[in-house]
């Protein structure tokens, strides 16, 4: 491919709204274009790369016997009614409907078609296992999109689903399917950890996020270092077990009421009593599916919104606007609190059982409670907040270690989760009928090539592993007007066009200097420069991951690129 005849915009200055350093560089080197937040226009070194991922995922797949079909983009209300996930996606769910009125959803996941085609062709034992996938685009109404590709509007998912005769079956291929997710992204070039995960609105007896360790990632996730335990933040069980304390059961009522003049906040209070944020009660309002609940963690904790979704078992969660608090008229903004407060559901994370003498909200207006106790307040306890650095591993006791990480892939047992409810059998050996058992396997393709860009660049742009580069060779020629240095490089593109090589061929009469700096930006694993020894024969060879420069002669540098 000659550079005159491809287009690739590239960019000298940052985008404005681009924090993220891979997503600045695929602005920068001509990937994407932004044409809304979070939907953008994959221009055509995008399109290479994710042709290369697909590729290398295809292959695995293939392995997997798992295969490739293509889904429709809507679902139909009546088949999401089915599962009962026309309503568990919540707002995420893009919903339409058709000129008859008929509703259908934009899928954000196709766990119910893959089981309207096994449904249709597994039958018998004798068809089991049974496995199909699709890379597809798929769409979800982020509430904050950013970061470029990696939270997005629309992205582009490798999701694959298996059909089993057994729990015993499903096991067995969810392990190979893990392995082949780990053999991907090996093979793409990426260090990544598979952690223990919640299984979400997909449902099911457990999963895993295959995550890529990054400095700027969007997921903690836990790592115990003295055994193999490993978790999303949001799966880590925290306080499982914890003893109530003692002055929970006493009677007397000591606390006091303390008058706090516009004093709101965790920072603010702390500063206002002289004590630690561990001596306070945190009371959080939350809208679950239109009604309003409180969730109670210490001080110094956060809410887990996902555990806090499981205890309610509600469709949708999200903080509860300061007008739904308002119109409760049983407490104020900023001094929300457990005590004496009637007609609201109050839930407890496990720590705050054992805290004593702590200060938590009076539910009126610039005041608090100082010296509650749990037997002051009536709570339902459950594990509801995040873990912290340090804690105990769940596993071995030993203090865990967090990292920020970055989804790629995210594999799931559903066992028995979409079958049941949608009657799916098939005929058993002995002559009797079973319900299946399925398995859903996703990859983010955008989310990875981010990733292998953020784990292969430096301070001048991307540096591409080969299996995965657009280009392999970026073949410039300094001087267009240079009959030799023309000549030379049109016989090393045709020989590496003839060796099956992809290489661009950098024709234009831009500057050298903007030429070098476009081949760093855009990361092309060998720079092959065609400048004043071309009339000895000889050329320049850079080796873009370890910057190193050779002066060569044509012969010698084509053996390097295709070695």
């Avoid at 089915?82 to 008929?102: I, V, Y």
């Avoid at 190979?176 to 997909?202: C, E, P």
């Avoid at 990632?217 to 799966?235: F, H, L, M, Q, R």
């Avoid at 007007?481 to 090393?492: F, G, P, R, V, W």
């Amino acid at each position: 491919m000659k550079r005159s005849n491809y287009f690739i915009p590239t960019l000298k200055e940052k985008p404005s709204d681009i924090e993220q350093q891979s997503q600045v560089y695929m602005f920068r080197a001509g990937m994407l274009k932004k044409q809304a937040n979070g939907l953008f226009v994959y221009l055509p070194l995008m399109q290479r790369a994710m042709e290369k991922v697909n590729a290398v995922i295809k292959k695995h797949m293939a392995e997997a016997k798992s295969f490739e079909c293509k889904f429709p983009i809507l679902v139909s209300k009546e088949l999401l009614d089915s599962s009962g996930r026309w309503n568990a996606f919540g707002k995420e769910m893009f919903r339409l409907k058709d000129r008859s009125e008929n509703e259908f959803a934009i899928s954000p996941t196709n766990e119910e078609t893959a089981c309207f085609v096994a449904q249709t062709y597994v039958k018998s034992y004798k068809d089991l296992p049974f496995s199909i996938y699709q890379i597809q685009s798929k769409h979800r109404d982020e509430i904050s999109p950013r970061n470029g590709v990696m939270r997005a509007r629309e992205f582009t998912m490798k999701d694959a689903y298996s059909f089993h005769a057994s729990e015993e079956c499903l096991t067995e291929y969810y392990g190979k399917m893990r392995q082949a997710y780990l053999n991907i992204f090996s093979d793409l070039g990426l260090k990544v950890v598979a952690v223990s995960a919640d299984t979400g609105a997909m449902g099911g007896s457990g999963s895993e996020e295959i995550m890529a360790i990054s400095d700027s990632g969007e997921t903690d996730i836990c790592v115990c270092s003295s055994c193999d335990y490993a978790s999303n933040s949001e799966a880590v069980p925290c306080g499982i077990g914890k003893k109530i304390s003692k002055k929970a059961f006493k009677t007397v009522i000591s606390y006091k009421k303390v008058e706090t003049p516009r004093v709101k906040t965790i920072e603010e209070l702390v500063v206002f009593f002289n004590k630690s944020a561990s001596d306070f009660c945190k009371a959080v309002c939350f809208n679950a599916d239109g009604k309003l609940v409180i969730a109670l963690v210490r001080g110094d904790r956060e809410v887990n919104d996902i555990k806090l979704k499981k205890v309610l078992g509600c469709n949708e969660l999200e903080i509860a606007s300061p007008e739904m608090v308002a119109k409760s008229k049983k407490t104020v903004v900023g001094f929300v609190g457990p005590v004496g407060l009637k007609g609201i559901k109050i839930y407890a994370d496990f720590e705050v059982g054992a805290m004593q003498d702590f200060i938590v909200g009076a539910n009126e207006k610039d005041y608090h409670f100082d010296g509650v106790n749990p037997s002051d307040f009536k709570a339902e306890y459950a594990d509801l907040r995040f873990a912290v650095e340090g804690e105990p591993c769940p596993k071995c006791g030993i203090k865990t270690n967090f990292s920020k990480a970055t989804e790629l892939g995210h594999i799931f047992m559903l066992g028995r989760r979409y079958t049941d409810k949608l009657g799916m059998q098939f005929a058993t050996k002995e002559g009797g009928l079973k319900t299946l058992t399925m398995g859903c396997y996703g990859i983010g393709v955008e989310r990875t090539i981010a990733s292998i860009i953020e784990q292969h660049m430096d301070d001048k742009g991307m540096v591409w592993p080969q299996q995965i580069a657009p280009f392999l060779v970026d073949l410039i020629t300094v001087d267009v007007n240079n009959e030799e240095q023309i000549a030379l490089s049109k016989t090393l593109y045709n020989e590496l066009n003839n060796q099956n090589v992809n290489v661009l061929w950098d024709d234009t009469d831009a500057r050298p200097g903007s030429k070098f700096a476009d081949a760093e930006l855009i990361g092309f694993p060998y720079r092959l420069v065609v400048g004043r020894g071309a009339g000895e024969n000889k050329v320049e060879l850079v080796i873009r991951k370890t910057g190193e420069k050779l002066e060569l002669s044509p012969e010698e540098a084509i053996k390097i690129i295709i070695k």
